[in-house]
């Protein structure tokens, strides 16, 4: 059943915080219909600002696109707050990072980490910058299409309509087709970076993980925790072959797979 105003602001007083909550009650009330003030104001999708109590800055939200739903789950319901998180990692990578939610909501948790955050759809990337910029050098910044080789890629829609902003593909390039962004593999991102050890890798692809995971998976060894979002069955199954062989426990919390070692490291 779908959560009613009353019910989403209650569940989100605790992570928010009062004035927060309220300013996230009354924003997207006003701001995220087409009718709505923004939209009679100039004819066009705006952006807002939106904080929480855990956060030293406030994030952009786009009215009216898949921003607030994402912002709610990662931001109020904190949805990759899970146990298995190790307690002071020192390298984060966020591929699939958005807008750069998950990517604010981990280096608030952990101001010691370093991160890594990969997006290849150009607009998000541009408000990935935005909404990560106050956490400086702490972050490096990729646009590109995670897969299981470099290369060029092709992106596509996932899903058609509007608010589907989260929700583009990468597929590699046909003969002659010219790429819209450069494939990245994990081991690719170690070696660029020169990092020793990914303490959490999360994952939300929109399909690539089955690329991802298929083969070429000797970076396995490097994770201590890994947060995906799998795309179906075929996905959750080449995910699962690779990662249980590897000493991985794996446990589902809603929408998010978590494979976690029995004891975590952090380097």
């Not at 009354?26 to 705006?46: I, Y």
């Amino acid at each position: 059943m779908k959560e009613s105003l009353v019910q989403r602001l209650l569940r989100a007083r605790s992570s928010l915080g009062f004035w927060h909550m309220a300013e996230y009650a009354v924003k997207s009330r006003l701001l995220e219909r087409p009718e709505g003030l923004l939209h009679r104001l100039n004819g066009t999708n705006r952006s807002y600002r939106l904080g929480a109590r855990f956060l030293p800055c406030n994030l952009d939200v786009r009215s009216c696109t898949s921003d607030l739903s994402t912002f709610w789950g990662v931001i109020c319901r904190q949805q990759y707050c899970v146990p298995e998180l190790p307690s002071r990692p020192s390298w984060i990578f966020d591929c699939g990072a958005n807008v750069g939610y998950a990517s604010a909501f981990f280096l608030s948790r952990y101001p010691d980490a370093g991160l890594v955050a990969v997006e290849p759809d150009p607009h998000n990337f541009s408000f990935l910058k935005k909404n990560v910029s106050h956490f400086g050098s702490r972050v490096e910044l990729v646009r590109g299409g995670l897969w299981s080789s470099e290369g060029g890629l092709k992106c596509t829609q996932a899903l058609s309509g509007s608010r589907r902003e989260w929700a583009l593909q990468v597929r590699p390039c046909m003969l002659g087709e010219a790429s819209d962004v450069e494939g990245v593999t994990v081991a690719s991102l170690v070696r660029k970076f020169s990092i020793r050890r990914i303490n959490i890798l999360k994952m939300d692809v929109e399909g690539a993980e089955i690329e991802v995971f298929r083969d070429h998976t000797d970076w396995l060894g490097l994770v201590d925790t890994i947060l995906i979002e799998l795309h179906g069955k075929a996905c959750a199954e080449t995910f699962h072959r690779a990662v249980e062989p590897q000493g991985f426990n794996v446990v589902k919390y809603g929408e998010v797979t978590v494979a976690s070692r029995q004891l975590t490291r952090s380097v």
